[in-house]
């Protein structure tokens, strides 16, 4: 079962920032925090991850709480074209020699209005 | 640097018949991952692959399988196509080595008639 909490969905004016909310509670100390986006009937797109310092990139920035359990993706001025579901998923870094998999949630479906 | 590469884009099957379903991952990746996605289940994980070895699977049945060649490339077959199966298969690569984000294929549409 997917370990997040997000909105089922969201609305956000062209032009503005979007901030998205995941909830994690019992994320654990080495679990990583990553948001993927999918466009309609494309494969997910990497946007950022991150285990405790916020992070930014050309795409967005990720903010997350002191505790962990929570963050925030922000797509700072949004555009027509992120409307997508975004996904956060938590996740251990294994080592080399374990398996890894990424579980996703049902997301939070992003519309982005004119 | 050409990105995963899944084929066909589209399949049409019967109930019954077998399918296969190619990936190519990135250059230099060695890790190959499956995903299923339905609209009532959301991206549910099959399987994982790293140099050749299945890795990780996920909680299908036995008809779905897969294989992973000495240059990385996978396929994923599902036997005994049953109407459920209708979805849209995701191939994604990495290196395979502990915290890495996953490279996503634009996926193989499958419909079971």
């Known amino acids: 079962d997917a370990k997040t909490t997000q909105p089922t969905s969201m609305d956000c004016a062209e032009g503005r920032a979007a901030n998205l909310p995941c909830n994690h509670s019992?994320?654990?100390?080495?679990?990583?925090v990553y948001w993927y986006r999918q466009i309609h009937s494309q494969g997910p797109q990497y946007i950022i991850h991150?285990?405790?310092n916020n992070e930014t990139n050309e795409m967005a920035s990720l903010i997350i709480t002191e505790d962990r359990k929570s963050s925030t993706l922000i797509l700072p001025h949004a555009t027509l074209r992120d409307t997508a579901v975004y996904y956060c998923?938590?996740?251990?870094?294994?080592?080399?020699?374990?398996?890894?998999?990424?579980?996703f949630g049902p997301g939070t479906r992003l519309s982005v209005l004119p | 640097k050409a990105g995963v590469t899944q084929t066909p884009r589209y399949l049409i099957k019967t109930r019954g018949q077998q399918v296969t379903l190619s990936c190519s991952p990135i250059s230099g990746h060695r890790s190959v991952s499956w995903y299923q996605q339905t609209p009532g289940q959301g991206l549910q994980f099959l399987f994982e692959?790293?140099?050749?070895?299945q890795r990780n699977k996920g909680n299908f049945p036995g008809r779905f399988s897969g294989r992973q060649f000495s240059n990385s490339r996978s396929e994923m077959n599902v036997s005994t196509l049953e109407l459920g199966d209708s979805a849209l298969y995701l191939c994604?690569?990495?290196w395979g080595r502990g915290n890495e984000k996953l490279f996503f294929g634009s996926g193989t549409q499958l419909s079971v008639l």
């Open positions: 991150g285990l405790k």
């Open positions: 692959y790293f140099s050749e070895t």
């Open positions: 998923i938590v996740r251990v870094a294994f080592a080399d020699n374990y398996g890894q998999n990424f579980v």
């Open positions: 994604a690569s990495n």
């Open positions: 019992t994320i654990s100390g080495n679990e990583y």
